[in-house]
C-alpha cells in the first residue's frame, strides 16, 4: 500500500448525497479477478452514455477535473455493497481522498486498506470545500495527514479526526495483517481457551 | 456484580482475542463465508505473500453472484469472465482446503441463505463474509457483517478483523402485525424512519413483540437489510425458534456438545437495564406493506401513498429526490398503485426462502400473471427449491406464469444472465433499489414477496390486502 502523508491536488466536486458503491463501481466491472484497471470504469453509467461516450457533463469528464486527486461530495458516500472494487476504483483512477459528511462503514474501513483517506468534516465545512472545489483545476486543496488539515486553494484551513492507528498505518503504507500476526500468539491462546469453553465453534 | 451488557456487548467479549492500548481490537472470527466475486484478489494476496488459510475448517465457500439460475446451466457457464471468477473459486478452495459447495451441489445457493441452512452459522458466533448483506445471519443472535476484500485477506490468513467497538442501539417493533404485513415490511419500515445512514456506527438489537412473532425466515429479512440503514450489524437475541431452527442441522453441535451450547446461547440476550445509544420504536400495527418509489432504500412508503415531490424533503434529499424521480420516471402525486410494472423478482438473499416462496405461492395459487409480464422466482438454495417442489409451490408459480429457476443472487444485482433492460420496471423482493444495480436503466420498486406476486397478477403495484 501507498503511503499516504500529504497532497495537494485538484479536489472534484460531486454534490449528492447516498452515493453507492453501484453508481462508483457497476457490478459488470466485478468479474475481475484483479486489484487494478477500474478507473476507466469509476462512476462508468454517470460518466458514458449508452454507445461508451463521454457525457460531457459527469465532473471527472470536464477538462479541469479529469486528474481530480480529491473528491468531495455529500452524506453517505459509499453506502451498499462491500465491494471493494469501489476504492480499487477510485485509487486507480488517481484519487486519493473523499471528502464527505458522513460515510458508510464498510466503504470508510475499505479506504483505508488501499492507501485512500476519507475524511468527514461538518456539512457548513464541506459547503465551504464544495465551493473551493467548484473553482477547478486552478484551485488546488492540501490535504496534511500528520497536521490532520485541509487547506483550501484560498488558504483557510481546517481540521479533521482520524483514529490514530489507521492514520499510523496509513502514514507508514503498514499492511494490516503484518502487523496482527504479530499477535499470532494472543491469537492461538485464545483459539486454545475457546476449544475447551465453546468447543462446538 | 458487572454492569449489564446488551447482547452485542456479550458476544463482542466473548470474541476479543486482543485489546492494544489505542483501544484497537482483534475480534476473533468464528465463519468465514465466502463467494467469488470479492475473494479472488483475497487469495492472490495470500499466495503473493506466501500465505496460508489459518481455520479452513470455520471457512465456507459458494459461488452464487455470477452463476446463471436458467436450467442450461449444468452445460456451464457461458460468460467468460463469470466462468473465470466461479473457476478460481473452485481452485481456492480446494488449494486451501475450505468447505465448498459447487455449482453443481444440490446444496449450492445464496452464500447467507446456505450457511444457516449447513447449520454454520449458530448463536454468539461472529460470522463475517465478502458481501454487505451477512448481516443476514444476526436473525440467529450471530454478531455477522459484511467485509471488503482486504479483510477477507485478513480473516483468512489470521481468523480475526482488527475492530473499533460500534455503539448499541436498539429497533423495537411492538405489538403485532397486520394481516398482509411481513418481515420485509417491517424492515423497510424501519429504514423508511432512520433513513439509509441512521445505523452508521451502530449495532442494531431489534427486538419487540412483533419481531419474536417472526419465524426464523422472517428474522433473516429484518436482519439482511440492517446494512440498508447503515448499520455494521442486526441482532435478535436467539430464542426457542432459533434453537428449533438450528437443531439437527448438518454443522450444528450433537449430543453432549448440544447441551453446553444451549446453555450458553440461553445467556444471549441484552441484560435487564442495559444501555443503548439510540433507541427507535414503532408499533408492529402502524406498519403497512409498504413499496420505494426511488433509488435509495430510505424511499419507503405505504402502498397506499403517492409519489412524492422533491419539496417534500429538505438538504440533500431535495436534489436527489429530483434525480430519483427522474431516473425512475415518476410525476409526484400519482398513486402508488397507479405504478405499472412489467417484470417481477422473487428472490435473492432477502426473500429467497421457503417462507417467502410460500406467501408469493399463497397469492398466486389459482391465478394467472398479467399478459407481458416476465416474472421469475430464483429459490435462494437448491434445498429451498427442493422444498418448494416437494411442498408443490413450484407448480403454483409455474401455473401462474412464472419461471421456476436454479438458486443463485440472480436479478438482485445483475451479475449474471438475469437482467434488466433499460426503462423496464421490476417489482422486487431483493434489497436495493440503486440507480443500475438491476441492469443499466432498470427501475427497482422494493416490496414483499406477498406485494411483488400481488403485482405480477395486476401489472402494477398492488396492496395485496386487495388480493389475498
Known sequence: MDKFEKLTGVAAPLPLINVDTDMLIPKQFLKTIKRTGLGVNLFDEMRYDDDRNEIPDFVLNKPAYRNAEILVSGDNFGCGSSREHAPWALLDFGIRCVIATSFADIFYNNCFKNGILPIALPQEQVDILMKDAEKGENARMTVDLDAQTITTSDGEVFTFDVDPFRRHCLMNGLDDIGLTLEKAAAIESFEATMQTQRPWV | ?468
Open chain 2, 1 to 468: 456484580m458487572t454492569a449489564p451488557k446488551t447482547l452485542y456487548d456479550k458476544i463482542w467479549d466473548a470474541h476479543l482475542a486482543h485489546e492494544a492500548e489505542d483501544g484497537t481490537c482483534l475480534l476473533y472470527i468464528d465463519r468465514h463465508l465466502v463467494h467469488e466475486v470479492t475473494s479472488p484478489q483475497a487469495f492472490e494476496g495470500l499466495r503473493m505473500a506466501g500465505r496460508t488459510v489459518h481455520a479452513p475448517d470455520k471457512t465456507i465457500a459458494v459461488p452464487d453472484h455470477n452463476v446463471p439460475t436458467t436450467l442450461d446451466r449444468v452445460n456451464g457457464i457461458s460468460n467468460p469472465e463469470s466462468r473465470i471468477q466461479v473457476e478460481a473459486l473452485d481452485k481456492n478452495a480446494k488449494d486451501f482446503g475450505i468447505n465448498y459447495y459447487p455449482v453443481d451441489d444440490v446444496r449450492q445457493g445464496i452464500v447467507h441463505i446456505v450457511g444457516p441452512e449447513q447449520g454454520w452459522t449458530l448463536p454468539g458466533m461472529t460470522v463475517v463474509c465478502g458481501d454487505s448483506h451477512t448481516a443476514t445471519h444476526g436473525a440467529f443472535g450471530a454478531l455477522a457483517h459484511g467485509i471488503g476484500t482486504s479483510e477477507v485477506e485478513h480473516v483468512l490468513a489470521t481468523q480475526t478483523l482488527i475492530q473499533k467497538k460500534s455503539k448499541n442501539m436498539k429497533v423495537e417493533i411492538t405489538g403485532k402485525l397486520r394481516p398482509g404485513v411481513t418481515a420485509k415490511d417491517i424492515t423497510l419500515a424501519v429504514i423508511g424512519e432512520t433513513g439509509t445512514a441512521g445505523g452508521t456506527g451502530y449495532v442494531i438489537e431489534y427486538c419487540g413483540e412483533a419481531i419474536r412473532d417472526l419465524s426464523m425466515e422472517g428474522r433473516m429479512t429484518v436482519c439482511n437489510m440492517a446494512i440498508e440503514g447503515g448499520a455494521r450489524a442486526g441482532l435478535i437475541a436467539p430464542d426457542e425458534k432459533t434453537f428449533e431452527y438450528v437443531k439437527g442441522r448438518p454443522h450444528a453441535p450433537k449430543g453432549a456438545q448440544w447441551e453446553a451450547a444451549l446453555a450458553w446461547w440461553k445467556t444471549l440476550y441484552t441484560d435487564e437495564g442495559a444501555h443503548f445509544d439510540k433507541v427507535l420504536t414503532i408499533r408492529g400495527e402502524d406498519i403497512a406493506p409498504v413499496v420505494t418509489w426511488g433509488t435509495s432504500p430510505e424511499d419507503v412508503l405505504p402502498i397506499s401513498g403517492t409519489v412524492p415531490a422533491p419539496e417534500d424533503f429538505t438538504g440533500g434529499k431535495v436534489e436527489a429526490a429530483k434525480r430519483s424521480l427522474e431516473y425512475m420516471g415518476l410525476t409526484p402525486g400519482m398513486p402508488l398503485t397507479d405504478i405499472k410494472i412489467d417484470t417481477v423478482f422473487i428472490g435473492s438473499c432477502t426473500n429467497g426462502r421457503i417462507e417467502d416462496l410460500r406467501a408469493a405461492a399463497a397469492i398466486l395459487k389459482g391465478k394467472k400473471i398479467k399478459d407481458g409480464m416476465r416474472a421469475m422466482v430464483v429459490p435462494g438454495s437448491g434445498l429451498v427449491r427442493a422444498q418448494a417442489e416437494e411442498e408443490g409451490l413450484a407448480q403454483i408459480f409455474i401455473d401462474a406464469g412464472f419461471e421456476w429457476r436454479l438458486a443463485g443472487c440472480s436479478m438482485c444485482l445483475a451479475m449474471n444472465p438475469d437482467q434488466l433492460q433499460p426503462g423496464e420496471r421490476c417489482a422486487a423482493t431483493s434489497n436495493r433499489n440503486f440507480e443500475g444495480r438491476q441492469g443499466r436503466g432498470g427501475r427497482t420498486h422494493l416490496l414483499s414477496p406477498a406485494m411483488a406476486a400481488a403485482a405480477a397478477i395486476t401489472g402494477h403495484l398492488t396492496d395485496v390486502r386487495e388480493v389475498m
